[in-house]
């Protein structure tokens, strides 16, 4: 009878070791493998479909959301590259909107310079005059900014003659730290 019972019983426990494993595996890392596949497939990894530019912004707009706790089980996650519109302000103050929950912005009283619409991945490029901006992200509660400096700028980034300034804009008001 003890015999019989053993080879279940070990059929069982390596079915649940691969379950845990199954468990552990994050829904967000498995979209990052993939869309890191299908660029290796397609040939497409690190490259942007915008033209070049000689002076302005470029960089790429990432989604962060879930639990984002440092575990020793799963690496921190970096994001992934998520298509938006960028709105590009005049350097804007916090005392120049109406903000609710702290980075969903409204009423913005300074000028939309521009705005650009992201590729499927995030990435963007946009040609602008030297000067310093704000950059916002629209989304269903307004425009999403989550960064201020030390003067109460939001998402301020400086462009200067000649050059272009690199953003990694991240998007993580469903995230949780």
């Given amino acids: 009878m003890g ?13 649940c070791n691969g379950s845990k494993s199954a468990q552990k ?14 660029q290796k497939i397609t040939g497409t ?11 302005g912004i470029k960089g790429q707009v990432l989604w962060q959301a879930g639990n984002q706790m440092p575990s020793p089980d799963a690496p921190p996650s970096k994001g992934r590259g998520v298509q938006r519109t960028l709105y590009i302000y005049e350097l804007t103050n916090s005392n120049q909107t109406k ?8 009423n913005i009283q300074t000028n939309l ?17 030297p000067g310093k901006y704000s950059l916002f992200s629209k989304e269903e509660k307004g425009l999403f900014a989550n960064l201020l ?4 700028n939001i998402y301020p980034v400086e462009v200067k003659k000649g050059q272009v300034t690199n953003v990694e804009f991240l998007i993580n008001y469903q995230a949780s730290y």
């Fill in 3 to 15: 015999k019989f019972l053993l080879l279940p019983m070990a059929l069982l426990l390596s079915f």
């Fill in 25 to 38: 595996s994050d829904p967000q890392n498995n979209m990052e493998q993939a869309n890191a596949q299908q």
């Fill in 45 to 55: 990894a690190g490259k942007q479909d915008q033209a070049p530019i000689e002076q």
């Fill in 99 to 106: 903000t609710t929950d702290g980075v969903f912005h409204t």
């Fill in 113 to 129: 310079v521009t705005q650009v619409v992201t590729d499927a991945n995030g990435n963007f490029a946009v040609s602008l005059k």
């Fill in 149 to 152: 400096d030390g003067e109460m």
